[in-house]
């Protein structure tokens, strides 16, 4: 982690956030209905259910991403401006 990126970012750009997040959601879901359909191994929902979690973060961070570059060089984490 660089001194300029913030604790929470999990990805460089927001672009990388959301491919990333959309594909933990695919396989997410995927697990989900091969858990509920076909053999309804509990571990295949346990299995769905963290990567669904993990899609939502990537989403969320990727949004928060895109919405840190849109809102200029100067300003900080709060959405002030510094000086």
């Known amino acids: 982690m660089t001194a300029g990126t913030p604790w929470w970012q999990m990805t460089k750009t927001a672009r990388q956030g959301f491919v990333l997040g959309t594909l933990l959601a695919v396989v997410g879901l995927y697990e989900?209905?091969?858990?509920?359909?076909?053999?309804?191994?509990?571990?295949?929902?346990?299995?769905?259910?963290?990567?669904?979690?993990?899609a939502g973060a990537c989403l969320a961070n990727a949004i928060a991403v895109r919405r840190r570059e849109r809102s200029g060089p100067g300003a900080d984490s709060q959405g002030t401006l510094t000086r």
């Open 32 to 54: 989900l209905l091969s858990g509920l359909f076909d053999d309804g191994h509990a571990w295949d929902l346990v299995l769905s259910a963290g990567l669904l979690a993990l």
